[in-house]
């Protein structure tokens, strides 16, 4: 269960694979990354009841251990509403993000917080009538509002948010221009008051489908962005004036799900290899790019990765799955990658969708419950670099 975002209505949340959907024949779930969020949601805060519906939640981050934030919307398909939750350390509460104004349906990304007061969510709206259009949602430290982002062509949603400083944002997805069906890599930067898009490069080979998945900025002068199209798997690379787009050397059909760049020099991006069923990352040294696989759990083993997050050019936590058959994780150590063994306490997990590390040792997921879409319950699992324990998100 490996791809890029879903950013149609329609699809669990917002992380399904539109295009590994018709490049593999099945349907995918996925979820999105992002940052930290300090204070609490704004309007009253609730702790859900284990009965109450669940949350699809597309991203979350962490400050602390004791202070984490995910976001998502309010049901795995069709959501009508957007959600927030709070991690103190013992549990999560929810509480709703105001809906865009017109929007019949919505999908989430993901969230970032460059400053202890300052985070910025992304996603999409989609009215009865008409084209949906990207959105962004603001928290102040007192409370959230939302609306829309820089909304260029009949379509466009944002999928990813990186924010190297606060004030500085980059946002990733697509969008389909006037007068086209094609959907193209969109890029949007906001400046701390407005949105504007950025020209960004599409890559070559004749896809109408060119559409990105997630992105990572390490500082205001260098970020990457990872995409697929169904034939190539393609990054996009930004130096502080413009952006530039790459084509790895992987196999036909790869597609990148996850980026992580802990330094200028050194970036991973991960997916799934394409026509080998295989594992895929993608490393950058500062100069060029390289590919490679992960190990398997067998030999047989078909395995992909979703998300990753690297503390440092030699510490990693990829997860991901046995597409279908399990979930899957693996970490870098500067030298090579090697499996972690995913046997968690507190509960059931069918589906990794993001991870988050603050260190080694500590690292925050999103899983689910399953691996299909419309019974699966999200839930936050934690890793302390031996063991995993999921806890029941709100």
Request: glycine share 12%; with cysteine.
């Amino acid at each position: 269960m490996l791809g890029s975002r879903s950013h149609r209505p329609g699809y669990p949340g917002s992380h399904v694979a539109r295009l590994l959907a018709a490049a593999a024949g099945m349907m995918i779930t996925v979820a999105i990354t992002g940052a930290a969020m300090a204070g609490s949601a704004a309007g009253q805060v609730r702790t859900a009841s284990a009965s109450s519906f669940p949350a699809a939640l597309s991203g979350v981050a962490c400050q602390t251990l004791t202070n984490c934030v995910a976001v998502g919307a309010n049901s795995p398909q069709m959501a009508t509403g957007l959600v927030a939750e709070r991690w103190n350390g013992t549990r999560w509460s929810r509480s709703a993000l105001p809906k865009p104004a017109g929007a019949t349906t919505v999908t989430s990304g993901e969230v970032a917080c460059p400053a202890a007061r300052e985070c910025v969510t992304v996603g999409g709206a989609y009215p009865l009538h008409g084209s949906g259009y990207a959105i962004a949602g603001y928290w102040n430290g007192s409370r959230w509002s939302v609306g829309r982002a820089a909304t260029p062509g009949v379509f466009s949603t944002l999928v990813a948010i990186s924010c190297p400083a606060p004030g500085n944002c980059y946002a990733a997805g697509e969008y389909t221009p006037k007068g086209s069906v094609n959907e193209y890599p969109l890029i949007e930067h906001w400046n701390g008051s407005s949105w504007r898009q950025d020209a960004v490069p599409v890559p070559g080979g004749g896809s109408t489908f060119d559409v990105l998945s997630d992105i990572s900025c390490r500082t205001a002068g260098f970020c990457v962005a990872a995409g697929s199209n169904g034939v190539v798997a393609f990054v996009e690379r930004w130096n502080g004036l413009r952006w530039t787009e790459t084509t790895p050397p992987s196999a036909a059909g790869a597609m990148l799900s996850g980026v992580s760049c802990p330094a200028v020099t050194s970036c991973f991006a991960v997916g799934f290899g394409g026509a080998g069923t295989k594992s895929l990352v993608e490393r950058w040294n500062g100069t060029s790019w390289s590919s490679s696989a992960t190990p398997g759990p067998a030999p047989s083993n078909s395995v992909g990765l979703q998300s990753v997050s690297c503390v440092s050019p030699v510490s990693c936590l990829a997860v991901g799955d046995q597409l279908g058959n399990g979930v899957y994780a693996v970490s870098w150590n500067g030298h090579g990658w090697h499996l972690v063994a995913v046997a968690p306490t507190g509960g059931k997990l069918g589906y990794f969708a993001q991870v988050r590390c603050l260190s080694a040792t500590s690292c925050v997921a999103l899983g689910a419950t399953t691996a299909t879409a419309a019974t699966q319950r999200y839930e936050s699992v934690f890793w302390n670099g031996r063991a995993w324990k999921i806890v029941p998100t709100a």
